[in-house]
């Protein structure tokens, strides 16, 4: 009798010269999963990646909560990243519910969007640096979040978990004496960035050791369903807020980062270069926003969707593109809400960059894929 | 009846306090004085006015502060002092304090942070001396699967060997715990058993992390210390002698690093890897392998290990300002002991107090430790600084580095120096 058995419980005859290796879930550098590595010597044989430590079942979830109460607890797989986790939501719920949100409104999700991509980047740059083993590069930008954090507490009155974006604007308007705040807090922040470059980027025992290492190419990359800084590092240039302008997007100048190269490195210099033009996007958008206005159209008290509809809104955010569909039965709580998440679709890569890799490769090419375990799980 | 201590009596306290007075002077009587008498026993005793000091006459100069110099004097020519406290495990042991605390609040201040800050009242300086009673009070944990009797020698014998290393080093003149002429030798010796402890352990614990770091920290020690020997071969060969007393004298004008920098680099360089430090620390590598060969260990064990890595990081700095900076010379800073004390004593209120035997430390002595301090110390600086600003490298990386750069370099650091010799500038019997 033969039983279907867990990838890692799965009894497997290999050569006495492989070692298996669960990396995780109680391991420094693995998250909240387990990788199962098989390893001849220093090289890496096979790799499994095993993630769902951390499911919580929010989609089932949003089955027994009405449009309204969905909110916080959508946002909960990424709370680092949590106005791009709800952005998708809140899209398709106003189109859902035919709600036009007004201009100020706009602004002021992309600002808080755009905040909350440095605020992701910063976290991840900062586990991705004491991976690496550079503790200082742990230090600094875990400090230096702490600015962008301070500026979406006086703008959402949460440090993580703001709940923010409401179907028809966001929540609240913005602080008196934000603009000049803001303004002053982000050039200070881009001035930071900027001086990574010198004890990070620039380091020629980075360079040596994620350059040219787990090499993803372009074909690769579209086949396997990358998204975001891992497909732009391998060098397509795909930014849904190029390719699928949501809300204001259209109307600011920014540019989107391509590198050829597709290596470990391109791929953790991606979201850096991205964290600059997301300073440039928040000063140009705090220049043409709207002085004044509503930030929020009045809801009725728990709407309704009209009759059997559905609808997939994606946006870009700190990983990649995010996904949500929304299917209504013309009941006040959604029929279905699913959720497809970047991290997942960077995962999968991952057995075939590392098959073949060094074991000190493992970390660098692992989190360079800009993974987050508790979105992949839902 | 107070609020703050409700069961306060004032009686129960002073029959305290007699308690513990009467238990402290048993306790004295019984093991104190017998221990002091053995102390006394072993010191080769001074001559005082020509008459010979025995324990019993010794005891009872204690009484008098000013007669117990001799008795202090002699103790600190013996062996035991120099083993225990000044130029061998004490001192070492302090230094090592010392690191930890400079290492954390300069990685802190390097990284905008404020490090230890509340234990102890200046800047958490008691800090160690915390976590220190907290490993104690661990429980050692042993896998059920180990090894345990190498398991559990390992730490203890890689402490010792760490102390070994520490008996070699010449701290001053005359101040070390082993001189013997083939000191280098016995130093190369000594760095040989750091793979073989770091191998048992990494083995006994029958664990897969600390085997996989074992076994880097085996190649890394292994392929560091073939370029670790070749860089010291130039002094070596300029000063003619293996003995490291005779090598910092030879140093009385210039230090080596003048003649021999490319030595002095490779030296540098090579005792990072042996030391695991970032950017060569893969065989602790934290996001691969946990702790690596560290994984298993708990409690004092693991301390004992930290402990005997810091002992071998102040080693292995001294080691550098021997070979390369000139150990213990320098120009005089101490201030000379005032004469007026040694000849018309102090005076103390209405007493004038005569001490014969003052100063306890000859000016040379002190002035060659406080140089060898601060040389020690900026060397270990300079060992602490790459934890800051490096991310680790490779295993292939570091093999390159160890077979292919460095040997080759350090062959090119014994020609310079042999053609220093045969130029007939330096070496014995040279112009300078």
Not at chain 2, 298 to 324: E, H, N, R
């Amino acid at each position: 009798m033969t039983k279907e058995l867990l990838p890692g419980l799965a009894l497997q005859k290999v050569d006495e010269r492989i070692m298996t290796l669960n990396v995780g879930p109680q391991h420094p550098g693995s998250g909240h999963m387990r990788i199962i590595v098989q390893i001849d010597g220093d090289f890496i044989v096979a790799c499994d990646p095993d993630p769902g430590y951390v499911h919580r079942g929010e989609e089932k979830m949003a089955e027994y909560r009405n449009y309204i109460t969905n909110i916080p607890h959508l946002e909960r797989p990424v709370i680092h990243d949590s106005c791009n986790v709800l952005y998708p939501y809140v899209l398709g719920v106003e189109e859902l519910l035919g709600i036009e949100v007004p201009e100020r409104a706009k602004y002021i999700r992309v600002i808080a969007s755009e905040l909350n991509r440095c605020v992701y980047t910063m976290y991840w740059l900062a586990i991705y640096g004491i991976f690496l083993g550079h503790s200082t590069m742990f230090m600094w930008p875990a400090g230096d979040r702490e600015l962008l954090i301070d500026l979406l507490e006086k703008m959402t009155g949460a440090r993580v978990t703001h709940a923010h974006f409401v179907p028809g604007g966001v929540r609240n308007d913005l602080p008196p004496n934000f603009e000049d705040v803001c303004l002053r807090q982000v050039n200070y922040f881009e001035k930071r960035i900027k001086e990574y470059a010198a004890i990070f980027y620039d380091n020629p025992i980075l360079i040596a050791r994620t350059a040219n290492t787990g090499v993803l190419s372009r074909e690769d990359a579209i086949r396997l369903g990358t998204t975001g800084s891992v497909l732009r590092a391998s060098g397509v240039d795909y930014d849904l807020r190029k390719k699928e302008p949501y809300d204001v997007y259209e109307e600011l100048d920014f540019q989107t980062n391509v590198l050829k190269e597709g290596d470990s490195y391109a791929r953790s210099k991606i979201p850096w270069l991205d964290m600059m033009e997301s300073c440039r996007i928040i000063r140009h958008a705090l220049q043409k926003m709207p002085k004044s206005g509503s930030v929020r159209v009045k809801l009725k008290p728990n709407p309704k969707g009209k009759g059997l509809n559905s609808v997939y809104k994606r946006v870009e955010s700190g990983r990649g593109s995010l996904g949500c569909y929304i299917v209504s039965d013309g009941k006040p709580e959604p029929y279905r809400v699913k959720l497809s998440v970047p991290s997942f679709r960077n995962l999968i890569a991952l057995p075939y960059l590392l098959k073949g890799e060094k074991l000190g490769n493992m970390p660098s090419v692992y989190w360079s894929l800009n993974y987050w375990p508790v979105e992949a799980d839902r | 009846m107070s609020v703050i201590a409700p069961n306060f009596k004032f009686s129960e306290f002073v029959k305290a306090i007699l308690d513990n007075a009467f238990w402290i002077l048993l306790i004295f009587v019984l093991i104190g004085l017998p221990a002091v008498f053995l102390i006394l026993f072993y010191i080769e005793m001074p001559v005082i006015n020509g008459e010979l000091l025995t324990p019993f006459l010794a005891l009872t100069w204690l009484a008098d502060p000013s007669r117990t110099l001799p008795i202090l004097k002699a103790f600190m020519t013996t062996d035991l002092f120099k083993i225990a406290a000044f130029p061998g495990f004490g001192f070492a042991a302090l230094i090592a304090a010392g690191t930890i605390f400079i290492e954390r609040k300069m990685l802190a201040k390097l990284q905008l942070r404020v490090g230890p800050f509340y234990c102890g009242k200046f800047e958490g300086i008691l800090q160690l001396m915390g976590d220190g009673l907290k490993l104690i009070s661990k429980e050692i944990i042993i896998p059920a699967k180990a090894d345990k009797p190498i398991f559990w020698a390992a730490p203890i014998l890689f402490v010792a060997t760490a102390a070994a290393f520490v008996a070699l080093i010449p701290v001053a003149p005359g101040w070390v715990v082993a001189d013997v002429d083939v000191g280098l030798l016995a130093v190369f010796a000594v760095i040989g058993f750091f793979p073989i402890i770091t191998i048992l352990s990494a083995w006994s614990s029958n664990s897969k992390y600390p085997f996989i770091g074992g076994i880097r920290a085996l190649h890394q020690m292994v392929s560091f210390e073939i370029p670790l020997i070749l860089s010291l071969l130039g002094v070596v060969i300029l000063t003619g002698t293996l003995n490291l007393s005779e090598i910092v004298a030879s140093q009385s004008n210039f230090p080596w690093i003048i003649f021999l920098p490319i030595g002095a680099i490779i030296f540098f360089i090579t005792i990072l890897a042996e030391l695991e430090r970032i950017p060569f620390d893969l065989p602790e590598a934290e996001s691969e392998i946990v702790a690596g060969w560290l994984t298993e260990f708990s409690g004092m064990i693991y301390g004992l290990v930290q402990l005997g890595t810091y002992l071998k990081l102040y080693a292995f700095a001294a080691l550098f300002v021997v070979l390369f900076l000139g150990g213990w010379t320098g120009p005089m800073i101490w201030p000379p002991f005032p004469e007026d004390i040694i000849t018309n004593g102090i005076v103390l209120g209405p007493i004038t107090a005569k001490i014969p035997g003052l100063p306890i430390f000859s000016q040379e002595m002190l002035n060659g430790v406080l140089w060898f301090v601060i040389k020690t110390m900026g060397v270990i600086f300079f060992i602490l600084l790459p934890r800051g600003v490096f991310p680790r490298i490779r295993v292939d990386m570091l093999l390159s580095l160890g077979w292919y750069k460095l040997i080759g370099l350090a062959f090119v650091n014994i020609f310079i120096a042999l053609g220093l010799l045969y130029a007939g500038v330096l070496g014995p019997g040279g112009i300078l």
